[in-house]
């Protein structure tokens, strides 16, 4: 589809593009005092970019921009996914107390810059356009570690962040130029057919570019090892963005490694093309299910020791990123559709758990664990949501974090006997964390001292929790209309060979 003809298939893109603009304009004209006021030009912007997505013809699936991004129902899902985790974060950006006396205008308005990155990753087909877009993703995300200037924490956070981030992407990149120099192209599908009739000596410079994007791919989920950025950076951003970054570019990363390579290794025709083996001499499905192993273990034991909740927190996202990496070596529809599930479940408990430690912090509090001692009797209410959260997120009925893990694990059973040892270590893995989870309910509501006055969180706050709790409790009882979302959206651009 040439550009003009793109144009009316893409609506969001170009509310987006609009929303950014009027909110830097806008932010022109506010003072400092005002300058939070930008978040409601970009809500807005949101909204109607959600709803240009959902009034989408979903049966159309098509290629736009002469083959650079795809539209098909894949791609709708992740953005869907990313407009409501940016929307639950602006709100919980508002309670934040680290970003008083900052000017928010910007900080806003860079939210929106990296949604429209995150768009173009998930529907990128194009290795040009999909450097493009994690360069911008990243390059966004960077400033908003360092936003907060006069904290070292946060500088040092942002240090790091672009050096780790310079690191891997030129590694990534450098994998894309051998396969560019294989191919001949850019084009994902045209690299899909030059890859089926590679010869034999080629094969070697393939794996190696293969390993050097799955690096680059692996720094945007936190894979082990390319996760050295994850704890600090988490610990020393604004809470708010730590949060977003656990959510948002996490979940377009998997859409990203879905589609590249079920498009370049497989036919593109499903999901269970197993001549994802013949393209090299590496046994990927192994190669990837070591990979998941040694990030939800790494993930896990780390977390253990932690005292910071933000940091243990932090590397809980990494112990995530490893379950969801259980369901791609299954090279199979069931994997991807679990994958998706779960990002929907971990959307709701990750943000939930974060929004708390927020608002303890904003009430006087700290980070650490000895600052939640008798939280749950000064703040009943927050004590027994963040129960909910911690519950979910280690996997336990009936939340949403049960049935995201349930789906995972019933992917990697179902390939056969030969998957069984990753979910045995899944399991074991799940059961490390229950260690680490249930220490902050132990110091919540058995350690400290009673208080004599308990705190009820304003209207707004209580609004923003039940936001995220109800969910958390709700889909993990009745999860039909989020699993027939799923089905719905487990649709690709295909270009069979």
């Not at 046994?283 to 940091?311: E, F």
């Not at 009430?363 to 939640?372: A, K, N, R």
């Not at 059961?431 to 009820?456: A, D, H, N, Q, W």
């Amino acid at each position: 589809m040439n550009n003009l003809q793109s144009l009316s298939y893409y609506w969001p893109e170009i509310i987006l593009t609009v929303t950014i603009l009027v909110a830097i304009i806008a932010d022109l004209f506010y003072s400092d005092k005002d300058s939070g006021k930008t978040a409601l030009w970009v809500l807005g912007g949101l909204i109607l970019a959600q709803i240009a997505i959902y009034i989408q013809d979903s049966e159309i699936v098509t290629t736009l921009f002469m083959g650079n991004l795809a539209f098909d129902p894949f791609a709708s899902f992740f953005k869907t996914l990313i407009v409501l985790a940016t929307i639950l974060v602006i709100f919980i950006s508002q309670k934040s107390s680290e970003l008083d006396g900052h000017r928010t205008g910007e900080y806003y308005s860079l939210m929106a810059i990296m949604v429209f990155g995150m768009f173009l990753m998930a529907s990128a087909i194009d290795l040009i356009m999909l450097y493009l877009a994690i360069e911008i993703v990243s390059i966004v995300s960077f400033i908003l570690a360092g936003y907060l200037k006069g904290d070292l924490r946060s500088n040092e956070a942002a240090l790091k962040y672009v050096i780790y981030g310079a690191f891997s992407t030129g590694i990534m990149l450098f994998g894309m130029s051998i396969i560019f120099g294989l191919a001949g192209s850019t084009k994902f599908f045209a690299i899909q057919e030059a890859m089926w009739n590679l010869e034999g000596s080629a094969q070697f410079a393939f794996t190696l570019a293969a390993i050097f994007i799955l690096a680059g791919f692996g720094y945007k989920i936190s894979a082990v090892p390319f996760h050295f950025w994850t704890p600090d950076v988490y610990e020393g951003a604004p809470t708010p963005i730590t949060a977003y970054l656990s959510v948002a570019p996490k979940a377009v990363g998997f859409a990203v490694i879905i589609r590249f390579f079920n498009t370049v290794f497989g036919d593109s025709g499903a999901f269970i093309d197993p001549s994802i083996y013949t393209f090299t001499t590496i046994a990927w499905p192994q190669l990837l299910a070591v990979l998941s192993v040694i990030t939800m273990t790494l993930g896990n034991l780390v977390a253990l020791q932690q005292n910071s909740i933000k940091r243990m927190l932090a590397y809980s996202s990494i112990a995530h990123a490893g379950y969801m990496l259980m369901a791609i070596p299954t090279l199979s529809s069931q994997g991807v559709y679990a994958i998706m599930l779960y990002l929907v479940m971990y959307l709701f408990m990750n943000l939930g758990a974060f929004f708390v430690v927020i608002y303890v912090k904003s009430q006087g509090g700290g980070e650490s664990f000895d600052d939640f001692k008798g939280l749950g009797w000064k703040m009943p209410i927050v004590g027994i949501v963040m129960t909910v959260f911690m519950l979910s997120l280690t996997g336990i009925p009936p939340t949403a974090g049960f049935i995201g893990k349930f789906y995972i694990f019933a992917s990697v059973i179902k390939v056969g006997p030969q998957m069984y040892w990753l979910a045995v270590v899944g399991a074991i893995n799940s059961v490390i964390s229950l260690y680490y989870y249930f220490r902050v309910v132990k110091v919540m509501f058995l350690e400290g001292e009673p208080s004599e006055t308990i705190i009820v969180p304003s209207p707004t706050v209580l609004m923003i929790l039940f936001a995220l709790a109800i969910p958390t409790v709700f889909f993990g009882i009745y999860w039909a209309p989020i699993a027939d979302w799923v089905s719905r959206s487990l649709t690709l651009f295909i270009k069979v060979i």
